[in-house]
């Protein structure tokens, strides 16, 4: 099934759908750079918990960065882009369901609509794959012009 869903995905993809790839990877390395700026709020999240939980959140926190970080750079160079959706897809899950409706959906400059634009990104790029703009599609047909 998931080979189906791969060839097809790789023979069905437009190119203007690659700049859309592109920016998917230059959000989430912002959003991973942005949690790692912004670890004020993730202590406030820690200052009640015990410490077996604070290492669990704090070891949490820092795989979401260097996930966010490298499957970024790797979604927007078009290498192991359905591992690397396949891999943020539970990060963003969390995100929309967990961390942003708890905070109000409908205030101004409310990251949940963020979140979901970024969730359905991943979702269709694990079904797409790389695309015609990529790394890996370059390493396999070398001779093939962008």
Same mark, same amino acid.
């Given at each position: ?15 203007? $759908?690659?700049?859309? %790839? ?15 700026? #912004? ?7 820690? %200052? ?18 260097? $996930?966010?970080?490298?499957?970024? $750079?790797?979604?927007? $160079?078009?290498?192991?882009? %359905? ?46 794959? #790389? ?5 890996? %599609? ?9």
């Amino acid at each position: 099934m998931l080979k189906k869903i791969e060839n097809w995905g790789d023979h069905h993809h437009p190119k203007w $759908l690659d700049f859309f %790839r592109i920016l998917l990877g230059l959000v989430l390395m912002w959003k991973g750079i942005d949690f790692y700026i #912004n670890m004020q709020a993730f202590s406030n999240l820690m %200052r009640g918990a015990f410490l077996g939980t604070a290492i669990s959140i704090s070891l949490l926190a820092h795989l979401i960065i260097v $996930l966010h970080i490298i499957g970024g $750079l790797a979604i927007t $160079l078009g290498t192991y882009t %359905r591992t690397f959706c396949l891999i943020n897809l539970p990060i963003l899950i969390g995100a929309v369901f967990f961390i942003n409706i708890s905070g109000g959906i409908f205030k101004p400059y409310s990251e949940f609509w963020i979140s979901i634009s970024v969730l359905a990104g991943l979702i269709c790029f694990a079904i797409e794959g #790389n695309g015609y703009l990529s790394v890996e %599609r370059q390493k396999i047909n070398p001779k093939e012009a962008v």
